[in-house]
């Protein structure tokens, strides 16, 4: 069983800092690649940003040079460095990921139980 777990969250002043992290644990062979979303009240989730086993990366439009993704393959840990950060960034965040268990014929994707962002002063 393999379970996503998000951290980081929290309330933020506009123009501020949030680091999130999401740890991946349980039975893992392969982890594809990570994931954010987010999922403001009333909107559909979106793909904030991405990082493949190989190492490709990409970004929503709205969060370029503004946040970071970054990942530590030996702790199979994802983070996302959120920077100036502004009113429209309040959501939950949610780590997502494709992860064979080594044992499975397919990879399976999983979902974190989501964190709340909220952007205020």
């Known amino acids: 069983q393999v379970q996503l777990v998000e951290s980081g969250g929290g309330l933020v002043q506009p123009g501020g800092s949030l680091r999130l992290s999401c740890a991946a644990s349980g039975s893992i062979r392969i982890i594809y690649y990570m994931a954010w979303y987010r999922q403001a009240p009333g909107q559909q989730r979106e793909l904030v940003t991405s990082?493949?086993?190989?190492?490709?990366?990409g970004y929503a439009d709205s969060v370029k040079g503004r946040f970071t993704i970054s990942r530590d393959n030996a702790k199979n840990t994802v983070y996302l460095q959120m920077n100036s950060l502004k009113p429209e960034d309040t959501a939950v965040y949610y780590c997502?990921?494709?992860?064979?268990?080594?044992?499975?014929?397919?990879?399976?994707?999983?979902w974190g139980q989501g964190t709340q962002v909220t952007v205020s002063s």
């Open positions: 990082i493949t086993r190989a190492g490709t990366i």
């Open positions: 997502n990921s494709d992860i064979w268990d080594g044992s499975s014929p397919l990879r399976q994707n999983y």
